[in-house]
């Protein structure tokens, strides 16, 4: 890709696996941030590395150790995750191009999420866990070059933990939600979401992003 082809949120190809742009910085030769997908490890490199793809129906992929398949027809349920595809928030809302979100309720195909964004039905798919025959894989631009091994990991949240346990919060951590510009600490925890104090609940993930949550305490260590 060129430079100038490139913006926030874009999924795309790098090293044989699919990752999304979070920022792009043109005064920096390696000026392309990305989070890789499967489990939000962050990279620095050129937009001549990466190659450009626009999701699709039943195209399936790997978010945060578990595989999920965009499904454009089918109707949300409180729980589910969207991939917001066509973004056009409101003034309050913030979210942009591929943002991940949980669904809290439904009304009329427009979804309000865990992070209290109005998204309208005709902004997002639904992402359904797993894979069906039908899927065309989209977490390696050619499966064919990743070992078995890795493959299986890949999809194993407890593996992801394992190797990666600096990113992982705790009970007790407090961070800031920069949208809202309010505090709050994390209270509950299951293996992939993290419940604050104040009743939100959103993706383990979705803390790697400063643009939205900063950290400002770690239980047992001041930052």
């Given at each position: ?34 989070y ?26 790997i ?12 109707r ?47 902004e ?100």
């Amino acid at each position: 890709m060129k430079l100038f082809q490139v913006r926030k949120g874009q999924f795309v190809f790098y090293r044989n696996e699919l990752h999304k742009v979070y920022s792009v910085k043109p005064m920096f030769k390696k000026s392309v941030h990305l989070y890789r997908l499967k489990d939000m490890q962050q990279i620095l490199t050129k937009a001549s590395e990466i190659e450009l793809y626009r999701p699709q129906h039943n195209d399936t992929f790997i978010f945060y150790g578990k595989r999920y398949t965009i499904d454009k027809d089918k109707r949300p349920e409180p729980g589910d995750y969207i991939l917001i595809i066509k973004p056009a928030p409101d003034f309050l809302d913030h979210y942009s191009l591929n943002s991940i979100e949980k669904v809290d309720s439904v009304e009329d195909g427009n979804v309000v999420t865990t992070r209290d964004n109005g998204v309208k039905h005709s902004e997002y798919v639904v992402m359904v866990p797993g894979k069906s025959d039908a899927s065309r894989e989209i977490a390696y631009y050619d499966k064919s070059l990743v070992p078995e091994e890795q493959q299986i990991q890949d999809e194993s949240i407890s593996y992801l933990a394992e190797s990666d346990g600096n990113i992982k919060p705790v009970v007790g951590d407090i961070y800031i939600d920069v949208n809202n510009e309010t505090k709050a600490m994390i209270v509950a925890m299951t293996e992939d979401e993290v419940v604050f104090g104040h009743g939100v609940r959103i993706h383990v993930a979705d803390l790697l992003n400063e643009e939205n949550y900063k950290l400002v305490y770690r239980f047992e260590e001041d930052l």
